[in-house]
């Protein structure tokens, strides 16, 4: 049987009987239904395959069925449907997100495999049930995978990144947070056969030290994303070495890594000009002299999170508003030595006008109603948090919103002194959060 471009055999069209009276089964090419056909997403096309036969045939279709995501579906869904799924999709699928589903396993995912050996990207986050046995499986037939997401698959070892580096040479993005039982063993395994990563996320990998940075920066030259989040071991040497090995770097968090100190802003400053993304929050060593350096020599900062960095003061937000003129999200919150004079440099700075988007305050007890002043000029303002920012009044925030119509503020209030008692009972009056 002769195949046509779209994949559809002519035998298929054949059941287009002459009798089938829709109007638009007469009308349009059998070609151009395919091709309509594939924008619908899957609930579309299973209700379309219930219109009539021939509208069956079309729908469940292989080659409507390339990019699949059943995660609103994922309490449903068991292992026999991602095989099933597996077998009416074959080659054409490119994109499957299992998010979510909990019911499915190894032997799922081995049928899947071995049946959809076109598959680029895989999104397994929260599959509970997946082990080594599934890595292994994939490394087998999915050698053209790029995106692979392991997230919260608790029973993944070393094991899976070794398969992984042996057999898909190709990936480019790993997600493997909360896979606490990988160590600086997989780590080495990964990076020998998969060099070509380009974002990496390994939070809450509670077992990693410096050593697998040390293997990443070595082999990974074109890592840009890498995600550090809460690995307490890691301290200044690894990320020296990511620093000095993977100048590409754009977008960094580290935090909850509490043992790193200036020295990494330093060698983000002198090694990765293209940053954009920095989160560093819980690193209570880092200081003003450290984000001097970063903020001379990273102009495309866009998102910095600096919360409980409590050591900053003023200085660092004059720094930014000189140097970062892309600045869109900015988070103070705890940083207790913040004041308004800090604030008003950052309102006049390059990125006040049109860039800055989102500004956190939370917990800085020296910003008052001045600083709102000083914001007004932020005409892209979306967002500012300000809870438990005592010294901000309703008043403030009310002349904020003049200037600022769509702006959302949140804040908490103290407590008003309550009137005096009435008929002998006495109401009572809680600290209350607003949403302006």
């Known amino acids: ?29 059998k070609e151009l239904l395919l091709r309509i056909f594939s924008f619908l997403d899957v609930v579309t096309l299973c209700r379309c395959a219930q219109v009539s036969r021939a509208w069956n045939v079309l729908a469940l279709d292989g080659s409507n069925w390339q990019r699949i995501d059943l995660f609103d579906f994922q309490r449903d869904i068991e292992g026999r449907v991602v095989e099933n799924i597996s077998k009416r999709c074959g080659g054409f699928l490119r994109k499957l ?8 396993g190894d032997n799922a995912l081995r049928t899947f495999a071995q049946n959809c050996r076109n598959i680029e990207v895989l999104n397994l986050n929260g599959c509970t049930k997946i082990t080594d046995a599934t890595c292994t499986s994939l490394s087998k037939f999915c050698s053209k995978l790029r995106h692979l997401d392991l997230a ?12 992984l580096s042996e057999g898909c040479p190709l990936l ?58 809460t690995c307490l071991q890691i301290t200044d040497d690894g990320l020296i070495t990511i620093c000095r090995g993977c100048h590409k770097l754009q977008s960094l968090c580290a935090s909850g890594c509490c043992n790193i100190t200036d020295a990494i802003l330093n060698a983000l400053g002198q090694n990765c000009p293209r940053l954009r993304i920095l989160e560093v929050a819980r690193c209570s060593q880092l200081t ?16 910095m999170d600096l919360e409980e960095c409590v050591q900053i003061t003023d200085s660092t937000l ?6 970062c003129p892309r600045l869109q999200v900015l988070s103070l919150s705890h940083c207790e030595l913040i004041t308004d004079d800090g ?3 950052l309102g006049n700075g390059a990125c006040a006008h049109d860039r800055l988007e989102v500004i956190e305050l939370d917990n800085c007890p020296l910003i008052t109603d001045a600083s709102l002043e000083h914001l007004k ?8 948090e300000l809870y438990d920012c005592q010294q901000i009044t309703r008043a403030g925030i009310k002349r904020l919103r003049t200037h600022l119509p769509n702006i959302k503020v949140h804040a908490y209030f103290a407590p008003v002194t309550p009137p005096p008692s009435v008929g002998g009972s006495r109401q009572r009056f809680c600290r209350c959060c607003i949403i302006l």
């Open 152 to 163: 919260s698959c608790t029973s993944i070892t070393n094991l899976s990144l070794k398969a």
């Open 377 to 384: 000029s932020c005409h892209s303002l979306e967002r500012i």
């Open 1 to 29: 049987m002769r195949r046509d471009m779209n994949g559809v055999t002519k035998s298929r069209f054949e059941m287009f009987s002459n009798n089938d009276e829709a109007v638009i089964n007469k009308k349009l090419p």
């Open 97 to 104: 997100s299992l998010r979510g589903c909990q019911g499915v």
């Open 288 to 303: 003003d002299v450290g984000f001097t350096t970063l903020a001379r020599n990273c102009h495309e900062l866009e998102k």
């Open 172 to 229: 480019e993005q790993l997600n493997i947070s909360w896979c606490d039982q990988v160590t600086k063993d997989g780590v080495q395994a990964l990076v020998r056969g998969c060099g070509g990563l380009k974002a990496l996320s390994l939070k809450g990998c509670t077992q990693l030290e410096d050593e697998a940075l040390k293997y990443i920066g070595a082999n990974c030259p074109e890592l840009v994303t890498l995600n550090l989040q």
């Open 343 to 345: 604030i008003r440099h």
């Open 318 to 323: 004059i720094q930014l508003s000189i140097h």
